[in-house]
């Protein structure tokens, strides 16, 4: 189990599952996530657990939906518009308190896009798009050994929280190759059996549902997951700070820009030029406060995403007024080079020659 | 003598909160009567959906869980397949309306039958959308009056109903499929009959299995309680004959 | 040190099979890798690439524009990534399957006509193994043994089609005289 493996970041997902003790995979075929579908089909049938070929990714989500309110560990792995077919339910779980992992390899939205990588579903993860107030933890990998060590952590987090969780990958770290360690599953596996629908043999019978017809108990509801959700926020926010502590100027970057961006920070640091990264890892929670400490001493936040700047508006609002903002990005094909960076960064050093240096 | 008596999986001190002459209420009697017979209420999952059927958590008293509209056989695949998944036998059913299970769920419920994933599936029947105040849906027949079609249903702007139970007949993992109304005693009786016959039908794993209810719906009809079952027995059935469409043991 | 790779060539010519191989040979040799495939639209009509990275600390970017050597497998992939050859890079051509043209000063040009060559070892199947001993000699200091165990973590316990391809990565491993290139 401790073998270091040349894995794929969907292989690495879902090994991770299996390790993670998940029992119920639901998928439907969509590039760039399909080698995930592909192994687990036969190593859930190898080991006796719950596989379904789902008519449809509304289909598969439901019997995720089905399968975690009878208390099985469960997963369902997509990409972003078929994500975006998922939402209603993603809000039925929240409200309904049901925990399961949701993978989306992004690609390039919107509508059907295509299938290069791309970040274009930060919004749609952190923010959601299903109705009423609900938020899905969101978990973003920038390495292959993280696409596994992350999975690990949507189990438990989703089983904490009672509450799905999204690993929020890209096609490019879908599909690349990386060293990495399948690792036993490091965390304590939490008691489920006093809500779980497994037939009403020893307790009263139990309801999951999310309709309340009551005004007074939908709003105590509401406040009730609010509460829990605020707890998220202060408990679980991470990051990586990759030289920070000195840094005049902050890139903050998530997923796979962030690796790219570690070539930028090494670049300037080589010229003795106080750069460093930020890189939330959970995209919700968002780490605002550890950011917005980082701005007390630095003069300009240059937020780099592969969209026309989703993340921003969260850099934004981590940053103190003294702190200027800028944005580069692309929505998708190549990742953003080196060069392509610096070229920006140079001009926005020019301009503020004065106070930065 | 015998008396009537609640059925042990109708939830104490709970009471009916259906139109009068709706026959949600008979449908639900019958399913928890089937569950008590089996003696299964212990070992049974409901799935409800959206509708006036939703509330079937509300009376029966089995462990529940609400899909969102249509996907009842989505949620109820997941919930069995988990609980095999963990080496349990479980009895999961749906309790969907027309517009649930044939019109929004359609995608679903088509699937699970080809699948034959070991479920029940019950749908009532009421052809329309009665939760919203009687619009017309998949089973309103040509010609019905309903709040969205206000000169009677008619091909040009509408199209045709679904024939339900024949669509889930042809499907290869349906086991068992009949359709029953509950117009008088002896339709009641033999509706129970084929309800306790799906259910043993997954007992025993032979696959899908489902019942449509021609139930009534005097509020939006605009009709009587009588004049309902009436409406049943004379109209509907001749459009919806009532039989079984399949049964794997007879075959 | 620091070297990037890009194997290229059409569908059925082994190019994931020998990326994988290689980028396992430098996970095996202690390195850090990536390996980058190209999917879904990228191989339309049948062209196959795929990028490796290799370098003593962690990598980041793992798509570069430029390769320190480009192996070509047929003449489109050729035409295509002549122009990623790092300056004073390499590319190693399939002559079988491509023209002799140098279109460029600034590089060294390889060409073989490994096709050929599999024919010769009886299965045109292993063209890409011949392909692989070549740029492992270029890149040097490649432990036979550790390649020997890459081969078998790909092709598991089919003993006899690993052993026809370390034949067949000798031959490229001995192609090229040390010094001529």
């Known amino acids: 189990m401790t073998e270091r493996e040349l894995l794929k970041g969907n292989i690495a997902i879902a090994k991770a599952s299996l390790i993670a003790g998940c029992e119920c995979y639901f998928g439907y075929p969509i590039t760039p996530q399909t080698e995930i579908g592909e192994y687990l089909s036969l190593e859930m049938q190898k080991r006796h657990l719950a596989y379904v070929c789902a008519e449809s990714e509304i289909g598969a989500i439901n019997m995720a939906l089905g399968a975690s309110a009878a208390g099985a560990k469960v997963m369902v792995s997509s990409s972003s518009c078929a994500v975006a077919l998922m939402q209603e339910t993603i809000s039925y779980a929240c409200a309904d308190e049901l925990p399961f992992v949701l993978v989306n390899v992004m690609r390039a939205g919107p509508g059907q896009g295509y299938i290069y990588p791309s970040q274009g579903d930060y919004n749609q993860a952190t923010v959601g798009g299903g109705n009423g107030d609900y938020h899905t933890i969101v978990l973003s990998p920038s390495t292959v050994q993280e696409c596994a060590d992350l999975t690990y952590r949507a189990f438990y987090l989703s089983q904490k929280y009672r509450n799905p969780a999204i690993i929020l990958a890209d096609g490019l770290l879908g599909q690349m190759s990386e060293s990495a360690v399948i690792k036993e599953y490091p965390y304590e596996e939490i008691d489920n059996s006093d809500w779980i629908l497994n037939g009403a043999s020893d307790r009263l019978s139990r309801n999951i549902h999310s309709l309340e017809p009551s005004q007074l108990k939908l709003n105590e509801h509401n406040v009730n997951l609010k509460r829990k959700y605020t707890l998220i926020e202060n408990q679980e926010p991470m990051y990586e700070e990759y030289f920070c502590e000195d840094a005049e100027i902050i890139i903050t970057a998530f997923g796979s820009m962030a690796r790219y961006t570690k070539e930028v920070v090494n670049h300037y640091r080589e010229k003795g030029i106080k750069l460093g990264l930020f890189r939330p890892i959970t995209l919700y929670p968002f780490p605002y406060q550890q950011l917005r400490k980082l701005s007390y001493s630095a003069k300009l936040f240059v937020d780099i995403e592969m969209n026309l700047g989703q993340m921003l508006k969260d850099v934004q609002l981590s940053a103190l007024s003294n702190v200027q903002t800028a944005f580069i990005g692309k929505p998708t094909g190549d990742w953003l080079k080196k060069e392509e960076i610096t070229g920006v960064i140079d001009n926005l050093l020019k301009d503020k020659n004065a106070n930065i240096r | ?251 | 040190m620091n070297k990037n790779f890009i194997i290229s060539g059409s569908g059925g010519q082994g190019i994931l099979s020998i990326g994988s191989i290689l980028a396992n040979i430098f996970m095996l040799s202690g390195k850090f890798v990536s390996l980058c495939p190209c999917y879904g639209a990228e191989m339309r009509g049948g062209a196959v690439n795929c990028e490796i990275n290799m370098s003593d600390r962690e990598i980041y970017c793992v798509q570069n524009s430029k390769a320190d050597i480009v192996v070509a497998l047929n003449q489109t992939s050729f035409d295509k990534f002549i122009s990623r050859v790092k300056e004073n890079g390499t590319i190693i051509v399939n002559s079988s399957m491509a023209k002799i043209e140098k279109t460029r000063k600034d590089i060294q040009y390889i060409f073989a006509p490994l096709t050929q060559e599999a024919q010769k070892l009886g299965n045109i199947k292993i063209t890409n193994s011949i392909a692989l001993g070549i740029l492992s000699k270029i890149i040097g200091n490649l432990n036979i043994d550790i390649v020997k165990e890459a081969y078998e973590k790909i092709l598991k316990d089919k003993k006899e089609l690993i052993q026809k391809n370390i034949e067949a990565y000798l031959v490229g491993l001995n192609y090229i005289q040390e010094g001529v290139v």
């Open chain 2, 1 to 251: 003598m015998q008396t009537y008596a609640k059925p042990k999986s109708i939830k104490e001190n709970s009471s009916f909160t259906f139109c009068s002459g709706c026959d949600h209420g008979l449908a639900i009697k019958l399913v928890a009567q089937v569950i008590d017979e089996l003696n299964i209420q212990r070992d049974t999952i409901a799935v409800s959906s959206s509708g006036c059927s939703v509330f079937l958590y509300d009376f029966l008293d089995v462990d529940c869980v609400e899909a969102p509209h249509g996907r009842a056989c989505a949620v109820a695949t997941g919930v069995k397949r988990a609980h095999r998944a963990k080496g349990n036998n479980k009895i999961v059913f749906t309790y969907q309306g027309d517009g649930d299970f044939a019109s929004i769920g359609l995608g679903e419920s088509i699937h699970s039958a080809l699948r034959g994933e070991n479920i029940t599936a019950i749908c009532i029947n009421n052809t329309n959308y009665g939760m919203t105040g009687g619009q017309l849906g998949p089973t309103t027949p040509m010609g019905q009056i309903t709040a969205t079609s206000p000169l009677g249903r008619n091909k040009e702007y509408h199209g045709f109903p679904i024939q339900t139970v024949q669509h889930i007949a042809i499907c290869e993992g349906t086991c068992f499929c009949a359709r029953v109304a509950l117009y008088d005693i002896k339709n009641i009786y033999n509706a129970k009959k084929q309800i306790k016959k799906a259910f043993e039908y997954q007992q025993k794993g032979l696959g899908f299995s489902f019942v449509e209810i021609l139930s009534s719906c005097p509020t939006n009809w605009k009709l009587s309680p009588i004049d309902s079952h009436k409406k049943i027995e004379e109209e509907l059935t001749k459009i919806y004959p009532l039989g079984v469409y399949k049964d794997i043991d007879h075959e």
